[in-house]
């Protein structure tokens, strides 16, 4: 692939006109917790220490997050993978694969924070052609021989983050860039370059390292030069390629008149034909399939693709796309037979009920039909599950902390398993701010004096302590508790396999008083440790 010649003189130029526009950003009070969202889940998919768990109690400190994620997970699209029903972060982890929750996080995270301005009309048409272009690179990834397919995604979505990110936080520049495109013919780049100080294409490059996302991806968003595209020899350029030409096509929709279509498509395979091997025949087929899929996400984000002006265009070149007197060809990714205009109509069909009700205060204020909601949601995920050959019992087991955790809107809840060498009981994986010390404080004999949590094993008895210094109870709470353990009231489930303890399910609030469990809740609760039971003895 041919190397890009930077626009501006110095690498030393660049960052200090980077340092310069990202102090302006952090001045918006909503860029460092953007920054923030999309750096922890960039710091999640690069540790090997990191996983699963991590992943979905990230997810689930943000309660409209986890619920635009789970309506994604739910529809048409994902279930041609298996999705079925999914009501937690868990399941639709194990479900759709690690790296898919992750890109749709992102996506969601990103577009998200950027929709709450004046301008927002604009921003979302942007978002449409970025999200279109992300979902014709999934599409395209395996005839390109890239191996991940969501790695496609993010880098074709991101391909132009200097653009929408300058429109959002610096619109009267994005104003001026246009000014002189229009009065003195310059291109996105140069002109870009002179306002801002770097090109759109450097200060996107800027921020996503600054963000934490992988080289490989940051490379993707390289602008490539003009003419014909060599061969790629690596996975990097590949991606560069997809990305380039998923967002030149969307460009190609946008500004094209119907006459000039089949001129620009042909122009467009000539430039990628040794790169991205598609036909402008088989281009109509490519476009009708995004088009379906990009449907739930607009959804999620609130934005309307009958309002949007290059989803019309975009599902007219579905059906047209082929060049004048030709008929389109049976194309070798989907199928065609359906009406493409008509799927900005079907849009609304994608669409379940959510999971968790949008109140103020997220769980702790929910209604009890709402609560017992979610813990049967979470019931018939892991019934679901324990007649699938592909979960794993820590999979299940993970399920069902998630629903307690929505649930009930515990502060923590942890997963405790006997270690057999050491006749203890040690911490595996919880939900919660911090959890990960509260994971590593459980970790206690089996042997020692009875206390509350041994008596709960010993006895298979679940038990609530709404106050752990009321004074009938405060000698029975362990020494080891009082001094790593913050709350004050907790309830424990413990898992008894053939008669013998195998784990312990535990969950907090801080302040006394904070947990009741209606009779309902806890039969539901209860129902969901049986579950683990069921799960750890199918795995024995």
Not at 118 to 137: D, I, P, S, T, W
Not at 524 to 536: D, E, F, P, T, Y
Request: glycine share 8%; charged share 20%.
């Amino acid at each position: 692939m041919n190397e890009h010649t930077p626009l501006e003189p110095t690498v030393e130029t660049n960052r200090s006109a980077l340092d310069v526009l990202l102090r302006r950003m952090r001045t918006e009070s909503d860029f460092p917790a953007l920054s923030e969202a999309i750096g922890d889940i960039n710091r999640i998919a690069s540790s090997d220490r990191e996983g699963v768990n991590e992943l979905s109690n990230n997810i689930l400190k943000d309660f409209a997050l986890t619920n635009k994620l789970l309506k994604l997970a739910n529809v048409a699209f994902y279930n041609q993978v298996g999705g079925g029903s999914i009501s937690t972060i868990s399941r639709a982890v194990v479900i759709l694969g690690f790296d898919a929750v992750r890109s749709i996080a992102l996506s969601l995270i990103l577009f998200e924070n950027l929709e709450n301005k004046a301008h927002a009309r604009h921003l979302k048409e942007e978002f449409v052609k970025v999200l279109y272009a992300g979902m014709l690179a999934r599409e395209m990834a395996g005839k390109t021989q890239l191996r991940d397919v969501e790695e496609a995604f993010i880098g074709a979505m991101l391909h132009n983050l200097g653009r929408m990110l300058t429109m959002f936080y610096f619109p009267a520049d994005t104003e001026a860039i246009g000014q002189l495109i229009e009065t003195e013919g310059l291109n996105d780049a140069r002109a870009s370059a002179r306002i801002l100080g770097l090109s759109y294409e450097n200060l996107g490059m800027g921020i996503a390292r600054n963000w934490g996302f992988p080289d490989q991806l940051v490379l993707s968003m390289k602008q490539l030069p003009a003419g014909k595209i060599k061969k790629c020899a690596s996975n990097a350029e590949r991606l560069c390629a997809l990305a380039g030409f998923s967002n030149e096509l969307c460009d190609i929709v946008l500004g094209t008149p119907d006459a000039d279509r089949g001129k620009a498509l042909a122009a467009l395979t000539v430039r990628y034909g040794d790169s991205v091997p598609v036909t402008v025949e088989q281009i109509a087929g490519l476009l009708e399939r995004s088009m379906r899929e990009i449907a739930p996400f607009a959804m999620a984000v609130n934005v309307n693709l009958k309002q949007s002006a290059f989803a019309q265009l975009a599902s007219k070149w579905a059906g047209m796309a082929a060049a004048p007197g030709t008929a389109p060809a049976a194309d070798a990714w989907a199928e065609t037979d359906s009406d493409a205009p008509a799927i900005l109509e079907a849009a609304a069909l994608h669409e379940h009920a959510a999971i968790f009700d949008a109140e103020p205060g997220g769980p702790s204020q929910r209604t009890t039909e709402a609560v017992q909601s979610v813990l049967t949601a979470g019931l018939q995920d892991v019934s679901n599950s324990l007649i699938d050959d592909n979960m794993s019992v820590n999979d299940i087991l993970r399920m069902i902390l998630e629903a307690m955790y929505t649930g009930m809107g515990f502060a923590h809840v942890v997963l405790c398993i006997k270690d057999g060498r050491h006749n203890t009981m040690c911490g595996k994986f919880g939900f919660g701010d911090g959890v990960q010390g509260l994971i590593r404080a459980f970790d206690f004999s089996l042997a020692a004096q009875p206390d509350v949590f041994l008596v709960a094993l010993q006895n298979n008895a679940d038990i609530l302590i709404t106050d752990i210094d009321d004074p009938k109870i405060a000698t029975r709470i362990p020494a080891w508790y009082r001094q790593h353990v913050p709350a004050r009231t907790f309830v424990l489930f413990p898992i008894i396999v053939k008669g013998k303890p195998i784990g312990l399910i535990y969950a907090d609030r801080p302040q006394p008083g904070d947990i009741a469990i209606p009779e309902k809740e806890l039969s539901l609760l209860k129902s969901l440790r049986n579950q683990a039971v069921l799960a750890i003895r199918q795995s024995l």
